[in-house]
């Protein structure tokens, strides 16, 4: 394992909800990164991690890698791959997403 992919394994397993993004949460740097952030407080998350991989080349392009997923935000919790910003509004949408974040 690279040095970047155990810097991406040690973020993603450190924190409970770690979302990688374009940005910040207070100043996303594209729409689904935006969009991201938004479905991730309606459902009350208030202990959210979040990288920006506008700042580090190495992890922008190691995630997409870490993942075998090519498309930025990534979202992880307790460890585990969920998904990108459509899958997280599909989730959402159907509850799941809220079950996976109290549980």
Same mark, same amino acid.
């Given at each position: 394992m690279?040095?970047?992919?155990q810097r991406i394994d040690?973020?993603?397993?450190?924190?409970?909800? =770690? $979302?990688?993004?374009?940005?910040?949460? #207070?100043?996303?740097?594209c729409g689904f990164s935006g969009r991201?952030?938004?479905i991730l407080k309606a459902c009350g998350v208030d202990d959210l991690s979040?990288?920006? =991989? $506008?700042?580090?080349?190495?992890?922008? #392009?190691g995630i997409k890698d870490y993942a075998n997923w090519p498309t930025i935000p990534q979202l992880?919790?307790?460890g585990e791959f969920v998904g990108g910003s459509d899958i997280l509004m599909?989730?959402?949408?159907?509850?799941?997403?809220?079950?996976?974040?109290?549980a």
């Open positions: 690279s040095d970047t992919q040690s973020l993603v397993k450190q924190q409970r909800v =770690v $979302l990688f993004m374009k940005g910040t949460a #207070q100043f996303p740097m991201a952030i938004q979040t990288v920006n =991989v $506008l700042e580090d080349p190495e992890i922008r #392009q992880y919790v307790k599909e989730m959402y949408q159907s509850g799941e997403l809220q079950q996976l974040l109290v």
